[in-house]
């Protein structure tokens, strides 16, 4: 069974430009979650999906994060335009029942 | 609101010698637990999770961890340290009645020294 993978696994990119991070979750799992981890602090619940469908935002940081899940599978997560503070690595976790998380391997990301 | 606190952030053990990493939480109702770890350029991996039943819990690795009411507590401990053990430990908690979000602690990363 093939696990969460996420893509990029590494973006570097200026302050002001855009970026886009994918999760594709373990096939079948309706729930998938993201999360960020700034540098020295602990990592932090972004949003939650159930199928396509946004069950819990209440960690998006601001208007400048959009998440989608097309269809209920992939996930996209776009942030424009990107502030210095954004830099961090992005974890996707998909799960089957809301109790055990699968993660992926993350995004570190940098905004310079 | 809910919080997680694990103490030290960096944990240093010789190899074959007892792990002991502290988690404590703060909700007054018992919430799911769960140790993760993370090696070195990869993902968070479940070391194991509490979610009912027997307090004491055994993963994997040879690590267990026992839940105590009493104390909110959730420490992890291993008999005897191995060279691989070196990675990051996060503990995590989320509601039960909750949409399974996961609130994490800040991390102990644990040195083993041969």
């Known amino acids: 069974e093939a696990g969460v993978t996420q893509f990029p696994s590494h973006s570097v990119i200026e302050k002001g430009q855009t970026v886009t991070l994918r999760c594709d979750p373990i096939s079948g799992h309706d729930n998938l979650y993201w999360y960020r981890r700034v540098m020295g602090k602990e990592i932090k619940f972004l949003l939650h999906?159930?199928?396509?469908?946004?069950?819990?935002e209440s960690g998006m940081p601001n208007n400048r994060f959009l998440a989608e899940r097309t269809g209920g599978t992939y996930s996209t997560l776009k942030v424009q335009p990107a502030e210095l503070e954004d830099s961090g690595v992005y974890f996707c976790?998909?799960?089957?029942?809301?109790?055990?998380?699968?993660f992926g391997p993350g995004t570190r990301l940098t905004v310079t | 609101a809910q919080s997680v606190t694990q103490l030290g952030s960096h944990v240093s053990v010789s190899e074959g010698a007892l792990v002991l990493l502290r988690c404590n939480y703060s909700?007054?109702?018992?919430?799911?637990l769960f140790w993760y770890v993370q090696y070195p350029n990869q993902g968070l991996q479940l070391l194991l999770k509490?979610?009912?039943?027997?307090?004491l819990v055994k993963g994997i690795n040879g690590f267990e961890a026992e839940f105590k009411k009493s104390e909110t507590s959730f420490h992890l401990t291993k008999p005897s340290a191995h060279m691989s053990d070196a990675a990051e430990y996060f503990c995590a908690v989320s509601e039960r009645s909750n949409t399974g979000k996961l609130i994490f602690g800040q991390g102990t990363t644990l040195q083993v020294k041969p």
């Open positions: 509490y979610t009912t039943g027997a307090t």
């Open positions: 909700s007054s109702v018992p919430p799911y």
């Open positions: 976790a998909s799960s089957p029942d809301r109790v055990e998380q699968y």
């Open positions: 999906f159930v199928k396509e469908s946004k069950q819990d």
